[in-house]
């Protein structure tokens, strides 16, 4: 499958996640994040690499998520962080729709029936668009460095250098 197929699947998955800001929503998504990355051989192979961070005097018992790959080229110390934030703003903005909220596929059938501005409209009918609670902040971009890191996984021999990915919560309230 290709890379942005992938994504993009990843994408809808994480947005069927609600991950409202300042709600328990907001681990759901972050476990999923974890468990994608537990999946993958790299942390099968590597655990002591792949973490949660709780949120210090959280009443909600938040976390993020860090996971760490090591290239096997070289001995670079060099390091890229890649974050996104896994929580989103709420829902109430969607009305009547709001149960469609993180279902893209739905949320698109129900906004045939709705008024929209033009370039909107015209997004929806082209088809190429996908529409939800959080797709492009910032499900996508999640969705995307964690497609990237899976694929960076599979040539380590390759790799210089290090990645560590962080997926925090609480960005769209106190980033915590």
Not at 13 to 31: A, R
Not at 103 to 112: I, N, Y
Not at 128 to 154: H, Q
């Amino acid at each position: 499958m290709s890379l942005a197929k992938r994504i993009e699947e990843l994408t809808i998955e994480l947005t069927n996640i609600k991950s409202i800001v300042g709600s328990k929503s907001e681990l759901d998504s972050v476990n999923a994040i974890y468990k994608k990355f537990e999946e993958m051989d790299y942390y099968k192979e590597n655990p002591e690499l792949l973490k949660y961070v709780d949120f210090e005097n959280d009443s909600l018992g938040r976390k993020s998520v860090v996971a760490t790959m090591k290239g096997k080229k070289g001995n670079s110390n060099k390091t890229l962080v890649l974050i996104g934030h896994t929580d989103t703003v709420g829902i109430s903005d969607y009305g009547n729709l709001q149960e469609y909220a993180t279902k893209p596929f739905e949320l698109a059938e129900k906004l045939e029936g709705v008024s929209l501005p033009e370039d909107a409209k015209k997004n929806l009918e082209s088809g190429e668009w996908l529409f939800g609670r959080g797709i492009f902040d910032m499900k996508c971009g999640v969705a995307t460095l964690m497609c990237i890191m899976e694929d960076i996984s599979k040539d380590l021999e390759n790799f210089e250098g290090n990645l560590v990915f962080a997926a925090v919560g609480d960005e769209e309230g106190n980033s915590g």
